[in-house]
């Protein structure tokens, strides 16, 4: 219910699973992950890229040459056929050491035949972060690769051991960039690019001197400069850019702020939708001290960042229109509920999963590798859905006012960040069964959170606002 595929298209890149060590040949494709000798119900046998088969093929003699190791006799190689590489090795049985980068550096180097490289083909990775799940205590290890001594940027490789220390999935795939390491421009030409974008401002500096770096574009690579400049500007106010410029043609790649406002912790009140009960809440926002207003944006949480964003380009209906939704108090009163609702359940939302470890970091859209997750209220006209749209937020109609009232309620808010999550913890392709299990788990984080957060009714199967039932979407209906 409420799906995200409103606008979502499917995706662009099919994946493929071969089963290396089965004996099924690796010219066909499986829906399911059955083991040796397994076949689909459906029956169905599609066409696998050549250039897949054969991979497939070399990567099946290699391990056969080392006796198929027992860590592998399960794993399975999830293709993307747009650059027909792995972007999964999964089902693997590799007991971790305390050196988990030769871990995965020897997995990939068994691996290559699949990658289309030499097994004695040099694999640069480091270690980034770890991170271990509060409630599976599954480690989760974020690796940088690097060529030539540079780092690739946008090349990540994660390893993810299980709470018995079995290293038992590798996300990503090492890269090989064919571009020369020697730069054309200097790092005086570098700079002067941010200098002639932010030079004029107070206090500006070089915050972080450039350094080469390899930035992957799509499939190709580039030879950059990466450094930070930073400024504290009364009218420009704060700010800290990250430069990627082009080492060879002295273009800028990109650039972005890492800082937003000059702003601090603020509490906001209002009235929650009268379908959600109608009371007072008070949750933490953000006070900017530049224009003296009040924001639903919460820059300071440990469970995780949001923002509030009125859709809406109504002036006469709404005074934040097409804005961060602000007021020039404090307290909401019952001027907007659907922002309140929104903001309030956002935040009991973000609570639930960090209090019960789900491994939210993933779910980000900075480089910080927290929650960060912009919210859009009051979205079309007469809209009745919502969605999550990958890559850029969640999305909720105001309804129609006839079948439909604002969809921002607690249950659909926490069933639409279910689907974020689903999609960067497990990546289940939005169709048939795993399409099923994605609304599955979001209807299911959509009744814990509000089992969570709200007193359970008395009256189920009857609705009674503001108190948790079983019920999707229940507060909701007219």
């Given at each position: ?6 606008l ?15 004996n ?92 289309g ?21 599954e ?36 890269d ?20 002639k ?65 000059a702003i ?8 929650l ?83 019960f ?20 209220v ?13 890559g ?18 607690l249950?659909v808010?926490?069933h ?11 990546n ?51």
């Amino acid at each position: 219910m409420y799906s995200h595929m409103s606008l979502r298209k499917y995706p662009a890149s099919i994946l493929i699973v071969v089963l290396l060590l089965s004996n099924i040949i690796p010219g066909e494709l499986f829906a399911s992950t059955g083991r040796s000798g397994s076949t689909p119900k459906s029956g169905v046998v599609q066409y696998i890229p050549k250039e897949i088969q054969e991979k497939s093929k070399k990567q099946k003699k290699y391990l056969q040459s080392k006796g198929n190791p027992v860590e592998y006799q399960e794993a399975e190689v999830q293709w993307s056929v747009s650059n027909q590489k792995p972007s999964h090795i999964r089902g693997l049985h590799k007991k971790a050491s305390k050196n988990i980068v030769a871990d995965t550096k020897q997995i990939l180097k068994d691996f290559a035949p699949s990658y289309g490289v030499n097994t004695s083909t040099s694999i640069d990775i480091r270690l980034a972060k770890n991170d271990t799940s509060k409630l599976t205590k599954e480690r989760h290890t974020r690796l940088k690769q690097y060529y030539n001594n540079i780092e690739i940027v946008g090349g990540e490789i994660l390893a993810h051991t299980d709470k018995t220390g079995v290293l038992y999935q590798v996300d990503g795939a090492p890269d090989f960039p064919s571009i020369s390491t020697t730069p054309s421009i200097s790092t005086i030409q570098a700079i002067a690019i941010g200098k002639k974008e932010h030079g004029t401002k107070k206090k500006f500096k070089i915050a972080v001197q450039p350094e080469l770096v390899i930035y992957k574009l799509a499939s190709t690579h580039v030879l950059a400069y990466r450094y930070e400049v930073s400024y504290d500007d009364p009218i420009a106010r704060m700010g800290q850019w990250i430069y990627y410029i082009d080492a060879q043609t002295g273009k800028k790649i990109t650039a972005y702020n890492m800082v937003h406002d000059a702003i601090s912790p603020a509490s906001i009140s209002g009235s929650l939708l009268v379908g959600e009960g109608g009371g007072v809440k008070t949750f933490t926002g953000t006070f900017d001290t530049l224009d003296s207003k009040y924001y639903m944006y919460d820059a300071f949480s440990t469970n995780g960042l949001y923002y509030i964003f009125n859709a809406s380009s109504n002036t006469g209906v709404y005074v934040d229109a097409f804005d961060y939704a602000n007021r020039s108090t404090s307290n909401w009163g019952t001027s907007d509920t659907t922002e309140i609702s929104a903001g309030y359940n956002m935040k009991k939302t973000l609570e639930y999963y960090d209090m019960f470890g789900f491994g939210t970091d993933n779910i980000s859209f900075t480089a910080t590798g927290q929650v960060y997750m912009p919210v859009f209220v009051h979205y079309g006209t007469n809209y009745n859905n919502a969605y999550w749209y990958p890559g850029n937020g969640m999305y909720f109609g105001d309804g129609d006012g006839i079948n439909l009232k604002p969809l921002v309620t607690l249950d659909v808010m926490a069933h639409e960040f279910g689907h974020a999550w689903t999609e960067n913890t497990s990546n289940l392709v939005y169709q048939d069964e795993p399409g099923a299990l994605n609304e599955s788990f979001s209807d299911i984080s959509g009744v814990n959170v509000e089992m969570y957060v709200q007193n359970a009714s008395n009256n189920y199967p009857d609705v009674t606002p503001g108190q948790a039932d079983w019920l999707i979407g229940e507060d909701v209906m007219i």
